[in-house]
RNA sequence: GCAGGGGUGGCAGAGUCUGGCCAAAUGCGACGGGCUUAGGACCCGUUUCCUUUGUGGAUGCAAGAGUUCAAAUCUCUUCCCCUGCACCA
């Protein structure tokens, strides 16, 4: 098979026909969006999981009868393309070598320092690659995410959000740069660093005698009562300052350089050594005891403040420090002071060991001593640190009056409230990850801005209509309707506004350029009048005009006269929308439910009519590369037009779309493409001989494949509609062609029967592997479209477990026969003929009752009355067999299935497929019922499981 | 920490909702055999342990406990793994 060129032949035929592009009609309508792709680099075979599962519904609802919509457009806005120009012109070598993996010519990419030329470079890469996957798409309806037409529709939709009120202001922190002066995210960093910011406390230590205080920054407000002592460094720089105009501080010279962009910081005076804060004594805010300060070894003096609080029973490092200090005759007095402790020591399956009182003394020591061996002091104490963090945390009481008996948690929250609303601490953020660095070289700084916008997905008016939205929506996979649900309750303030970025202007601040996740949020309604729109001058594209497009509001006369556009075009705009927005199926990586996904349907519930609201949401797994996660630093991208090239479209198709159930994760690799390049070719190869297969009377195996084929098509019905792909895939490519091989090996195949069944196998394929499908569907003979065809319905009367069954038991005999084969010849034994005997009908019944209520004592009971036997249809004489046989049976009560077919079924089964039989077990086999039966082994007959008597 | 998902045979991965036909589909791998000059492809068999002129038995689906005539499947507890946590697409 030529994957290249089926490819190539059917992608133009499709195109030629126009089959993909969708207007308003008489038909039910069904519309499918997919998360628009970003536009700084090309589709690798990732991508075709998320695009190609959405593909699959829309070709399968096509198949359906529906007509169907499936347009795509391109996201350009925000940040990264502006900061992929500048990297390109900062000559960064890791950028180039990424855009040559995807075979990007030197040439373009000397370009590609201007991000207009990177946005349209790669909407054409992908458009490529999208045709290269056979997505779909109806391509009249694209747009870019920055076009000037769009941006009036944005604009619109935050007039909307304003005049609810959905739209506040306020402070917000933020990874910056000092030295670009700009916001920095993730893309901006070294490394790709998100910079992670967290709310500290920072408490406030009054200096003995002095109007001044040592301010300590830490993560346990809790155990302040616990302080024996404050450490600075002696070699640091430390200034004195004003904070937000009031008090003085002491603080490390470099922290307070990174601490100015959240708070406010006036030094007073000069800048001095750490070393001459040491004679100085403080005051515990909480409990007053005076505190000194020593050298600590490992206080930083860029992080937090500088200056650390001491709690040696409850920090590594401060127990490590005093311990130190101790050897060198210094800080002798000081004496760890608990806070909390853990009742019992946590350890599954020892029953929890009361921690005696010796150890509890020093709970840090316990843990410096668990890490010490071995390791370097450091990362001993760091892992010291962390363990007794955790363990503290999750398992610890207070034993502090006023708090005794509370969960560190608890006590952290409610502290932290007592010391910042008594003036005695201050709330400061600080970068958990430091350092992080900018791409421009600098370390990464946390700043407070205050004139950000949010939009307030917090407000509670916002947040009913959110989940009324959710209510009625249908979410696939099921199980992530929890996640989504989780997501929509999670969800509160989101910044809104950027200084950078490509974009539309925010309204409320026209300096501001709106974020990018938040203009994406109704962009997929805008696909049912894009191609409309295109055509208009974009000053006409006012807001009444879209008022009266999606909400139905305002007087088409006047709305075309105000905007001077025709109102036939109008109308017809308004009509599509309604049409195409009844029915309405979203699709986007599983990564996007917290913010996306979750913003689609709060942007959706707050701007449109109810019947407009979303109808279906599909999330789905990522792709594996050979078994890894698919990264630019790995190496083990394939982009998307190198895999077609290599393994043909379908091929990917089948594996990337559906070889995981939509939650998982699905896989990529050589060997699984080669087993689906093997599946496709035996196909193809059947089909492309059923011209020579003659058709005579249906035989039993005949009425098998056909049972088989119509609960096939019953369950991958039901399995696509729930996009349960694994499933299908596996039903439709990989038992299909087991159920050929056995149907094959069964004697002359009939061609009708060989034809219904690819015909249906290959049109359930279509939406998943479509190209080769209507390769095969031609190769049989057909003229049309497969992509086109209806998808097959269920003759119900030709599914037949009796049928299905019988073929079990055909195969069972075998496979048991060929082991007891074995076995003989083991023992030296060589079989020469093989007797099967079908059970006498008297042991159907008893099966059959016992299947019913497992009373083993009622059917004995019965046994041994002679009305009993009768009404069971056992002979006086049999019935000392009957009651051993009840006696076996009982050993496995539970296994007794009910039986429908009499010995004579049986036999005539057994009879019929003698010839089979013989030919599998390589010895001539003959069938004898259980009462004519002069073999020993007669008795061992079971319904559905002839004795078999080998002779030898 | 919070939220969501998960733990099944050498590996991947069904089965779990709806308990019994489950020593557990299917694919890959491994081993033995056939075919072949050879390799590949293909075909047959084996792949937890025991037992075997017979279609049997034991153990078993992260660990432990429970419910039940019956548990991979239901309940509880514990352990472990993955993903996300915001202004970033």
Known sequence: MDYKEIDRKWQKAWQDAKIFESDVSGKEPYFVTVAFPYVNAPLHIGHVRTYGTADVLARYKRMKGYSVLFPMGFHATGTPILAFAKRLRNNDKELVSELKLFHIPDQEITKMTDPVYIANYFVNEIEFGMHKAGLSIDWRRKFVSTDPFFSKFIEWQFGILNSKGYIIRGKHPVGWCPNENQAVGMHDTKHDTEPDIEKETSI????????????????????????????????????????????????????????????????????????????????????????????????????????????PAHAPFDYAAIDKLKKEGKALDINPILVLEIPKKPKPGSEGVVISQEDLDVPALRYIEMFKSGAAEDVALESATKLQYKEESHYGKMIVDGYKGMSEPEARDKITKELVSGGKAIELYILANAPVVCRCGYNVVVKVVDDQWFLNYGNPEWKNLAKEAFTGLTVLPEKSRKALSAAIDWIDLRAVARAQGLGTRFPLDKEKIIESLSDSTIYMSFYTVSNVLKEIETKRLTPDLFDYIFLHKGDLGSVSSSTGIDFQVIKRCRESFDYWYRATSRHSGADLIFNHLTMYIFNHAAIFPKENWPKQIVVNGNVLSEGEKMSKSIGNIVPLVDGVEKYGTDVIRALVIASADLFSDSEFSEVAAKGV?????????????????????????????????????????????????????????????????????????????????????????????????????????????????????????????????????????????????????????????????????WKRQLNNGLSKDRNVGAVMDRLNSDEGLTALGIDQSSKDKAIKYVQQLAKRINAIRSVSSTQDDEYKLLNEAKAYLSDSIKYPVTVELESKSASQRAANAAPLRPSIDISS
């Open 204 to 311: 406030k230590f009054k200096v003995d005698g002095e109007d001044a205080y040592l301010i300590c920054t830490t993560y346990r407000p809790e155990t302040v009562f616990g302080v024996t002592n404050l450490f600075v460094n002696q070699d640091s720089v430390y200034i004195k300052c004003k904070i937000n105009g009031n008090g003085i501080y002491y603080i490390s010279k470099s922290a307070s350089a990174e601490l100015k962009y959240q708070i406010n910081i006036e030094q007073v005076g000069e800048e001095f050594r750490g070393s001459e804060i040491l004679s100085k004594r403080c005051l515990n805010p909480l409990t007053g005891a005076q505190l000194p300060v020593f050298n600590g070894f490992f206080v930083k003096e860029d992080m937090g403040t500088g200056v650390v609080m001491s709690v």
């Open 677 to 841: 390049d093997e599946r496709f070719r035996y196909l193809y190869d059947i089909a492309s001989k059923i011209g020579e297969m003659e058709s005579g009377e249906l035989r039993h195996i005949d009425y098998w494949m056909y049972s088989k084929l119509n609960r096939k098509i019953k369950t991958a019905t039901a399995q696509i509609e729930k996009l349960e792909l694994r499933g299908l895939s596996t039903s439709v490519l990989y038992d299909s062609v087991l159920e050929l091989r056995k149907y094959l090996s069964r004697g002359e195949p009939n061609g009708l029967v060989v034809r219904d069944y690819i015909s249906s196998i290959v049109l359930m394929m279509s939406p998943i592997t479509p190209h080769v499908s209507e390769e095969i569907w031609h190769a049989i003979g057909n003229d049309t479209f497969a992509s086109t065809e209806k998808w097959p319905s269920v003759d119900e009367s030709m599914i037949s477990d009796k049928i299905e069954g019988e073929e079990d038991l055909l195969e069972g005999i075998i496979a048991d026969s060929k082991q007891v084969v074995a076995l003989m010849r083991k023992g030296g034994k060589e079989p020469k003929s093989i007797r099967l005997i079908v059970a006498d009908d």
